[in-house]
């Protein structure tokens, strides 16, 4: 089988390294792709929107099968595009994509069919906007409703804070269209997960939970990132946790979207926050996480291409989808100034040597290759996953590992997994001397 994987990043990399280890697959190619992608498949030189060059490309090459990463493509309706051309492609249709790319239309939905989530106020008139605001008093939350790369979100703790924020988005319009309608949101505490599910339009199956460190500093504080870093499985969702969010928020997500008429056939990913042992939805994604993915496939046992076909066929309910009885810890470095300005074209060294560690991977993402070096060329440069039989053995390898890695400017978070150390939920393995697990292959 052949397969085309679209995107760039961390979470490619390391679905090109899944569909590596899979028995159905004879060839592997990305597109655009990055250095480390191309150490495991074929980078095709085609940019994630330009779907007829895409269309082009899998038709040329008889590709079996495309995945798409990131959602800007599925937001544009890519999996309609090569579905008309007779293309086989795994994501959710374009109506579907819209619980990403509309907060509105997320929102709506949920509120309609009662989907627990924060209460919130759409608004497209600052002055109206900001009269809320003072209504309401801080804290609040305000987001824009299209896709800002995971920068359209503003925790607002005081009232000049969320008026600033109302007037970025719809006056001074940082983000253009994206912004033109915004939500304001009650706002949540509590602890945030990540839960995945394969979706065949009825049936679900939820994917090991996960936590990202969505903030950029220490002790999560700073501004929002694309993630810092993560772990799987989340010690913090216990199994009734986990039954009662595929009760009331997976499965009547999908169902609410059939009653609308959509079949919804893909990864879904909501990001929710739990507090006093309830879940509220406070986005959905309609693909997997970055950098969820490096840490929640390394532990998928099965093999993803016969998941992805019982979606395609609407045979999930078939598929006995199997994980690893271990635990994954991931670090993201970045660059100096990442999420906001950063360098690019630093030297990074030191990713044979960190690679060779047992246990470790690293997964590229903003990195470069035009000559002998390999340079950063993006925000979030390199993912580095452990696997380990407990959380602390995980964690001490990986930044091992990191140590090992260098560029100019390289910043990366110290505290990833503090959660599970604070909560006392790491159950410590008794195989102490085994510090890394090999993967699977
Ligand atoms: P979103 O893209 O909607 O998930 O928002 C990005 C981040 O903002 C989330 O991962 C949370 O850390 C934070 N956030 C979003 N909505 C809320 C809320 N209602 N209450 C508290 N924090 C929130
Ligand atoms: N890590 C959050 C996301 O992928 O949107």
């Known amino acids: 089988m052949r397969v085309l994987v679209i995107g760039s990043g961390g979470r490619e990399h390391v679905l090109a390294w899944k569909l590596s280890t899979s028995k159905k697959v004879t060839e592997i190619y990305v597109a655009p792709g990055n250095p480390g992608t191309a ?9 994630v929107t330009d779907l007829a060059g895409l269309i082009g490309f899998a038709k040329s090459k008889k590709i079996d099968l495309t995945l798409v990463g990131p959602e800007a493509p599925l937001v544009a309706g890519i999996v309609d595009a090569f579905s008309e051309e007779g293309l086989k492609i795994f994501g959710p249709v374009q109506k579907a994509a819209r619980l990403e790319g509309s907060k509105v239309f997320a929102k709506n939905l949920m509120k309609k069919y009662r989907i627990p989530t924060a209460d919130f106020q759409v ?7 900001i ?54 949101e009650e706002y949540l505490p509590g602890e945030e997960v990540t839960v995945m599910a394969f979706v065949d339009g009825k049936t679900i199956i939820p994917l090991l939970p996960s936590q990202d460190h969505k903030a950029a500093y220490e002790g999560d504080r700073g501004p929002n990132t694309g993630g810092m870093g993560a772990y799987a499985p989340a010690p913090l969702l216990t199994k009734e946790l986990r039954e009662e969010i595929a009760a009331k928020i997976l ?78 810890l991931c670090v993201v470095l970045a660059a100096e100034g990442y999420p906001v300005k950063y360098q690019t074209g630093e030297i990074i060294r030191g990713i044979p040597e960190a690679s060779a560690r047992k246990g470790i991977r ?30 602390n053995l995980a964690q001490a390898n990986v930044y091992q590992a990191v140590r090992q890695i260098s560029f100019k400017g390289v910043r990366y978070r110290k505290d990833i997994g503090w959660r599970i ?13 085994e510090s890394g697990l090999a993967w699977p292959r």
């Open 362 to 391: 690293v997964f590229q993402a903003g990195t470069a290759c035009p000559g002998k070096e390999l340079l950063t060329a993006g925000g979030r440069v390199l993912t580095i996953t452990a696997l380990a039989n407990d959380f």
């Open 123 to 129: 608004f497209s008139q600052a002055e109206q906007a």
């Open 421 to 433: 150390f604070k909560s006392g939920l790491n159950s410590v393995s008794k195989n102490k001397k």
């Open 39 to 47: 150490e495991l498949a074929t980078n095709v030189p085609i940019e």
């Open 251 to 328: 499965f009547p997500t999908v169902q609410a979207l059939r009653e609308e008429g959509i079949k919804y056939q893909g990864v879904l990913y909501c990001g929710l926050m739990i507090s006093n042992g309830q879940a509220r939805v406070l986005e959905y994604n309609v693909r997997f996480g970055d950098p969820e993915a490096q840490v929640v496939l390394p532990l998928l046992k099965t093999d993803i291409i016969e998941i992805i076909e019982a979606i395609r066929t609407e045979k999930l309910a078939e598929v006995p989808v199997e994980w690893l009885d271990q635990k994954a």
């Open 131 to 184: 009269t809320y605001i003072k209504e309401q008093g801080t804290p609040l939350v305000i987001k824009a409703e299209g896709l800002a790369a995971g920068k359209g979100v503003i925790v607002a703790q005081s009232v000049p804070a969320a008026c600033q924020a109302v007037r970025a988005f719809l006056i001074e319009q940082v983000f253009g269209k994206a912004g033109q309608r915004i939500i304001i």
